[in-house]
């Protein structure tokens, strides 16, 4: 059976019965139909599916699929506003591979979901954010889509496309911060600069701001192993 084939049968399967497709795990024999060679196009109207489960297993492939799923960008990118956690989730990864170049200014919505409503989100945020590739984090800044950002996020923004901060003292005045959000940045530069001020990390995790904590925690633990 060809790729091709092979794709059209397992997408019939999909828009027939979306949630038995889930149940059997069918989705990671769609991914590989796609690797194979199956045509991308296709994939365009499963991303824009009303079906929620349709949704998430497109999604899901989309995101496993990295830059070979950048031609998708703008059907994935509306998908970060889904009330359905799994779906912006995968966006959002999605989202992070395939904002650069031309599309650079889609990075905007991995910065606003720092300030989501779903904690889970945020974290995936912040995550994301500590390792952005400086060009996208300039793009960005140079881009129109600056600002439609308040002055916080333009700060912090400033601060991560540095290759080192000028001082440390300016990540420890962002964790130290009474703002909410000044202090996730200064978690993920301590994230970022923590070959070079690896004090910064530590300063993180002592924060008393729970999110701020837990994140440069599971960074510490992550580094043991």
Known sequence: MTSSSRGEALVSELLANPLKFTEQGNAYQLLQ??????????????????????????VWV????????????HDVIP??????????????????????????KEFVHVVRSLQSEDDVIRRLAMRLMSNADRAQLEGLLSSDAISTLGSVH??????LSRPVP????????????????????????AKRFL???????????????LEVQRFAREELESRKH
């Open 33 to 58: 139909a796609y690797f194979d060679g199956y045509s991308l196009e296709t994939l365009s109207p499963l991303l824009t599916n009303q079906n929620v489960m349709v949704q998430r297993a497109a």
């Open 166 to 189: 000028v001082e440390p003292k300016d990540v420890l005045q962002l964790i130290e911060s009474p703002d909410p959000l000044d202090r996730k940045y200064g978690a993920i530069a």
């Open 79 to 104: 998908l970060i506003d889904s009330h359905d956690r799994n779906i912006k989730y995968h966006a959002l990864e999605c989202a992070i591979v395939c904002a650069s170049g031309a599309n650079v």
């Open 195 to 209: 070959k070079s001020f690896p004090q910064l990390i530590v300063a993180a995790a002592a924060s008393s701001d």
């Open 62 to 73: 989309a995101s496993e699929l990295g830059k070979q799923a950048c031609s998708l960008i």
């Open 154 to 159: 333009a700060r912090g923004l400033l601060q």
